[in-house]
Protein backbone atom coordinates (compact mmCIF):
# COMPACT_ATOMS: atom_id res chain seq x y z
CA UNK A 1 0.00 0.00 0.00
CA UNK A 2 1.33 3.75 -0.30
CA UNK A 3 1.87 3.98 3.51
CA UNK A 4 4.16 0.60 3.64
CA UNK A 5 7.25 1.48 5.72
CA UNK A 6 10.93 0.47 6.02
CA UNK A 7 13.97 0.79 8.10
CA UNK A 8 16.53 1.95 5.24
CA UNK A 9 19.06 4.47 5.07
CA UNK A 10 19.23 5.61 1.61
CA UNK A 11 16.32 7.80 -0.80
CA UNK A 12 14.64 7.48 -3.85
CA UNK A 13 11.21 9.01 -3.89
CA UNK A 14 10.61 8.11 -0.52
CA UNK A 15 9.57 10.26 2.18
CA UNK A 16 11.70 10.42 4.81
CA UNK A 17 9.86 10.22 8.20
CA UNK A 18 12.27 9.62 10.75
CA UNK A 19 16.02 10.50 11.20
CA UNK A 20 18.43 10.09 13.84
CA UNK A 21 22.69 9.53 14.74
CA UNK A 22 22.70 6.42 16.56
CA UNK A 23 25.17 5.54 18.59
CA UNK A 24 23.90 2.20 19.53
CA UNK A 25 24.72 -0.23 22.31
CA UNK A 26 25.29 -3.87 22.18
CA UNK A 27 21.95 -4.75 23.80
CA UNK A 28 20.27 -2.82 21.58
CA UNK A 29 21.54 -4.87 18.23
CA UNK A 30 21.15 -7.61 20.04
CA UNK A 31 17.68 -7.21 20.26
CA UNK A 32 17.58 -5.70 16.35
CA UNK A 33 19.64 -8.74 15.12
CA UNK A 34 17.68 -11.26 17.74
CA UNK A 35 16.92 -13.56 14.60
CA UNK A 36 20.44 -14.08 14.19
CA UNK A 37 21.51 -14.93 17.82
CA UNK A 38 23.53 -18.01 18.12
CA UNK A 39 24.80 -17.81 14.31
CA UNK A 40 28.83 -17.78 14.74
CA UNK A 41 29.34 -14.45 13.11
CA UNK A 42 26.78 -12.79 15.57
CA UNK A 43 29.37 -11.47 18.33
CA UNK A 44 31.34 -9.65 15.75
CA UNK A 45 28.36 -8.49 14.03
CA UNK A 46 27.18 -6.95 17.18
CA UNK A 47 30.84 -5.65 18.10
CA UNK A 48 31.12 -3.68 14.57
CA UNK A 49 27.77 -2.49 14.51
CA UNK A 50 28.55 -0.66 17.75
CA UNK A 51 31.58 0.14 17.11
CA UNK A 52 30.58 3.45 15.84
CA UNK A 53 27.00 5.48 15.12
CA UNK A 54 24.56 4.77 12.88
CA UNK A 55 22.44 6.86 10.85
CA UNK A 56 19.09 5.69 11.39
CA UNK A 57 15.67 6.39 8.94
CA UNK A 58 12.07 6.10 8.42
CA UNK A 59 11.25 5.93 4.71
CA UNK A 60 7.60 5.94 3.76
CA UNK A 61 6.40 4.98 -0.25
CA UNK A 62 5.11 2.08 -2.51
CA UNK A 63 6.94 -0.91 -1.55
CA UNK A 64 9.20 0.60 -0.04
CA UNK A 65 10.64 -2.61 2.20
CA UNK A 66 11.17 -4.46 -1.34
CA UNK A 67 12.53 -1.21 -2.97
CA UNK A 68 14.71 -0.63 -0.21
CA UNK A 69 16.38 -4.52 -0.29
CA UNK A 70 17.03 -3.75 -3.71
CA UNK A 71 18.44 -0.39 -3.54
CA UNK A 72 20.72 -1.88 -0.59
CA UNK A 73 21.82 -4.91 -3.20
CA UNK A 74 22.50 -8.48 -1.83
CA UNK A 75 23.75 -9.68 1.86
CA UNK A 76 27.25 -10.52 0.16
CA UNK A 77 28.58 -7.42 -1.19
CA UNK A 78 30.18 -9.49 -3.95
CA UNK A 79 26.78 -10.80 -5.97
CA UNK A 80 25.82 -7.13 -5.36
CA UNK A 81 25.21 -5.07 -8.57
CA UNK A 82 26.96 -1.64 -9.44
CA UNK A 83 25.32 1.01 -8.22
CA UNK A 84 23.42 -0.35 -4.76
CA UNK A 85 24.81 1.04 -1.69
CA UNK A 86 26.38 -2.68 -0.95
CA UNK A 87 27.52 -3.02 -4.57
CA UNK A 88 29.64 0.27 -4.81
CA UNK A 89 30.58 0.59 -0.89
CA UNK A 90 31.30 -2.49 0.72
CA UNK A 91 33.35 -5.91 0.02
CA UNK A 92 32.66 -8.07 2.42
CA UNK A 93 29.60 -9.87 4.12
CA UNK A 94 30.36 -9.77 7.32
CA UNK A 95 31.26 -5.73 6.89
CA UNK A 96 28.20 -4.84 4.32
CA UNK A 97 27.54 -1.50 6.28
CA UNK A 98 23.86 -0.89 5.61
CA UNK A 99 20.70 -2.80 7.25
CA UNK A 100 17.40 -2.79 5.26
CA UNK A 101 13.97 -4.50 7.08
CA UNK A 102 13.26 -7.88 5.03
CA UNK A 103 9.39 -7.63 5.49
CA UNK A 104 6.56 -4.95 6.58
CA UNK A 105 6.21 -6.61 9.62
CA UNK A 106 9.55 -6.72 10.60
CA UNK A 107 10.07 -3.14 9.18
CA UNK A 108 7.51 -2.04 12.35
CA UNK A 109 9.08 -3.87 14.80
CA UNK A 110 12.51 -2.14 13.94
CA UNK A 111 10.46 1.06 13.52
CA UNK A 112 9.19 0.87 16.89
CA UNK A 113 12.95 -0.44 18.55
CA UNK A 114 15.03 2.47 16.96
CA UNK A 115 12.13 5.20 16.89
CA UNK A 116 10.24 4.31 20.06
CA UNK A 117 9.11 7.81 20.13
CA UNK A 118 7.93 7.78 16.99
CA UNK A 119 7.86 9.33 13.54
CA UNK A 120 7.24 12.59 12.20
CA UNK A 121 3.55 13.35 10.70
CA UNK A 122 3.63 16.19 7.91
CA UNK A 123 2.51 16.92 4.01
CA UNK A 124 5.38 18.67 1.62
CA UNK A 125 3.81 21.27 1.47
CA UNK A 126 7.32 23.54 1.84
CA UNK A 127 6.42 25.66 -1.85
CA UNK A 128 3.98 27.52 -0.11
CA UNK A 129 6.52 28.99 2.38
CA UNK A 130 8.99 29.45 -0.42
CA UNK A 131 7.26 31.35 -2.75
CA UNK A 132 4.70 33.24 -0.57
P1 LIG B 1 20.69 -8.75 5.40
O1 LIG B 1 21.44 -7.66 6.14
O2 LIG B 1 21.01 -8.73 3.94
O3 LIG B 1 19.23 -8.74 5.70
P2 LIG B 1 20.89 -10.99 7.23
O4 LIG B 1 19.68 -10.42 7.88
O5 LIG B 1 20.87 -12.42 6.84
O6 LIG B 1 21.28 -10.14 5.92
O7 LIG B 1 22.15 -10.79 8.18
C1 LIG B 1 22.31 -9.57 8.88
C2 LIG B 1 23.75 -9.16 8.80
O8 LIG B 1 24.56 -10.16 9.45
C3 LIG B 1 24.31 -9.08 7.40
O9 LIG B 1 24.00 -7.85 6.78
C4 LIG B 1 25.78 -9.24 7.64
C5 LIG B 1 25.81 -10.26 8.77
N1 LIG B 1 25.96 -11.61 8.24
C6 LIG B 1 24.99 -12.38 7.69
N2 LIG B 1 25.49 -13.58 7.28
C7 LIG B 1 26.81 -13.54 7.57
C8 LIG B 1 27.91 -14.45 7.40
N3 LIG B 1 27.72 -15.66 6.84
N4 LIG B 1 29.12 -14.06 7.82
C9 LIG B 1 29.33 -12.87 8.39
N5 LIG B 1 28.35 -11.95 8.59
C10 LIG B 1 27.11 -12.29 8.19
MG1 LIG C 1 18.28 -9.01 7.54
Redesign the pocket.
Known sequence: SVTERTYIMVKRGFKLIALKLVHATPEHLEKH?A??AG?P?FP??IKYMASGPVVGMVWQGLDAVKTGRAM?G??NPLASNPGTIRGDFALA??R?IC??S?SVENAEKEIQLWFPEGVVQYTNDNEKWIFE
Open positions: YDLRFGLLATTGNHGD
